[in-house]
């Protein structure tokens, strides 16, 4: 892995470039980058030493890469950034941006004026933030990070089966508690202290990478640092490609990424996404004969019942119409999704016909999974 900057304009996976993330972004070529995430300068605008109670000096963020002549300088450099990320994102790419109250609602703007379609913003709450050691306003505990689409019409990568299966099968929120980047995690210098100031937590890469990306998609951080992406993208089997101005903070990514050990492929496959599955209309499992026609289905508590017909309709206190548009009806609903709604009796239990879908791939050769039945 070099940290030289690359050559030409083909941008090779697992590698850092060493140079000024503008004039690096614009040798990448065009539609190659899955994701990006971005934590850009946050333009703090401090006027000087914060100190504690005590008198000694908080060790924050001062340094040259974060300061601006006024937001004007800062929004034109934003906006050039995000305008290359956009055009090196594949159509159905996603960008992942983090920041605090001083840069992230200009961010939001500049997103949405490039013509980045917003999916979700994300808080971060921290478990262990930094005190307000002033006492004039409330103590700064979470940040914020915004998920967007290369485009309106982009089908960004959502592995929504995983994170709620991860989150004890319930959907995953978008608050999300984790502790800042500290113990072990946190990268020193020769002299013990921070190798960088705002280095992230694995833990919050790892949840956008799991979400948000699969095996072998190539992942592009602007503002790589010490290398959190690229470490957590190493070890779940992504690509990366790191910019980093700073050539210390090069050095200690590439130490750091050279350290980890890949998961194998296997531990890394994403729960299948019913969206990416192959369709099977309630039709078909009728004619595969999963379902026969004069059967009895119910709602969740039995208090409705409807009739299989052979053309895959529902009929119910003489209506007669799909699985869906009943379902809806019986409800007094606009919408419904009869696949939830409708349910199967077997062995005395109400199951979601949901369920049969899969012995129905199953049967045309469209899944590998056998067919297990949930219990009530």
Known sequence: MSSKSAKGRVASANSIRLGDCLKELRKIPDATVDLVFADPPYNLQLGGDLLRPNNTRVDGVDNEWDKFSDFQAYDKFCREWLAECRRVLKP???????????????????????????????????????????????TNAHETLIWAGQNRKSRVTFNYESLKASNDDLQMRSDWLFPICSGPERLKDDGGR???????????????????????????????????????????????????????????????????????PSATEALPSKRTEPRVPFGTIIELGILEPGQTLFDPRRKVRAEVKADGTLTHAGNQASIHRLGALVQGKAACNGWTYWHFEAEGKLKPIDLLRDEAKRQLGLSKRPFVEAAE
């Open 92 to 138: 159905d790419g996603a960008l992942w941006v983090i920041g605090s109250y001083h840069n992230i609602f200009r961010l939001g703007v500049a997103i949405q004026d490039l013509g980045f379609w917003i999916q979700n913003d994300v808080v971060w709450r921290k478990v262990n933030p930094m005190p307000n050691f002033r006492g004039k306003r409330f």
């Open 194 to 264: 921070k190798a960088h100031p705002t280095q992230k937590p694995e833990a919050l890469l790892h949840r956008i990478l799991i979400g948000c990306t699969n095996p072998g998609d190539v992942v592009l951080d602007p503002f790589f640092g010490t290398g959190t992406t690229g470490a957590v993208a190493k070890r779940l089997g992504r690509r990366f490609i790191g910019i980093e101005r700073d050539a210390d903070y090069a050095r200690a990514a590439e130490e750091r990424i050279d350290r980890v050990q890949p998961l194998a």
